[in-house]
């Protein structure tokens, strides 16, 4: 049996406000990944309830924990979709 220890880190460090698409740059090694989480970012500043009833739907986070992530910690909201898939899927 394998014990997979994964330690989540946001992909890209927060320079502008929560949800800006400015500042947001990644390397993550996958072109599609890199070119798709900034539109992320777009929408989930525009439709931010609607971003946060998709992670609760689709990927089963806690709102709350979400919204901290986002607001209280500084993550973006591209970083947020991705762990909780990631996070699902694992």
């Given at each position: 049996?394998m014990?997979?220890?994964?330690?989540?880190?946001?992909?890209?460090?927060?320079?502008?406000?929560?949800?800006?698409?400015?500042?947001?740059?990644?390397?993550?090694?996958?072109?599609?990944?890199?070119?798709?989480?900034?539109?992320?970012?777009?929408?989930a500043?525009?439709?931010?309830?609607?971003?946060?009833?998709?992670?609760?739907?689709?990927?089963?986070?806690?709102?709350?924990?979400?919204?901290?992530?986002?607001?209280?910690?500084?993550?973006?909201?591209?970083?947020?979709y991705?762990?909780?898939?990631?996070?699902?899927?694992?």
């Amino acid at each position: 049996m394998m014990l997979l220890v994964c330690d989540v880190q946001p992909l890209a460090a927060q320079t502008t406000s929560p949800g800006a698409n400015t500042g947001y740059a990644l390397a993550s090694g996958d072109a599609w990944l890199d070119k798709t989480l900034p539109d992320v970012n777009v929408y989930a500043q525009r439709y931010t309830e609607s971003f946060l009833d998709e992670l609760v739907r689709y990927a089963g986070m806690p709102r709350d924990y979400a919204y901290a992530l986002i607001n209280t910690h500084g993550w973006f909201p591209a970083d947020v979709y991705f762990a909780a898939m990631l996070a699902k899927t694992l």
